[in-house]
């Protein structure tokens, strides 16, 4: 069994930076497909970027490009989201999430494992 732990929000201005960061005890990710997801209130959850266990392609939501980046820390068992030039729209709780079977995708759906959540709040 996978359980992740998701950290590094906070409250940021606009423009601004976070890392969060998504351990996961149990077994390794090194194969699993991880996934980033947020959802703001009243929203529905959305994919934000993934990463794929079998062939290391990522994958971002139209609107993050260019601004987030997911990454990996084999020797941490831990997954990344640098979010820069952070916007108010951005406002949400942020999940990571695993895919057993290591594809990286947007649809929550098929995901097996979830993290708590963690709050990411941008505003002035």
């Known amino acids: 069994q996978v359980q992740l732990v998701e950290s590094g929000g906070g409250l940021v201005q606009p423009g601004g930076s976070l890392r969060l960061s998504c351990y996961a005890s149990g077994p390794a990710l090194d194969y699993f497909g991880i996934g980033w997801f947020r959802q703001a209130p009243g929203k529905e959850r959305e994919g934000v970027s993934c990463?794929?266990?079998?062939?290391?392609?990522?994958d971002y939501a139209d609107s993050v490009k260019g601004r987030f980046t997911i990454s990996r820390d084999s020797a941490k068992n831990t997954v990344y989201l640098q979010m820069n030039s952070l916007k108010p729209e951005d406002t949400a709780v942020y999940y990571c999430?695993?895919?057993?079977?290591?594809?990286?995708?947007?649809?929550?759906?098929?995901?097996?494992?979830w993290g708590q959540g963690t709050q990411v709040t941008v505003s002035s």
């Open positions: 999430a695993t895919d057993r079977f290591g594809p990286c995708h947007l649809d929550p759906d098929g995901y097996d494992y």
């Open positions: 990463t794929s266990g079998n062939d290391g392609r990522t």
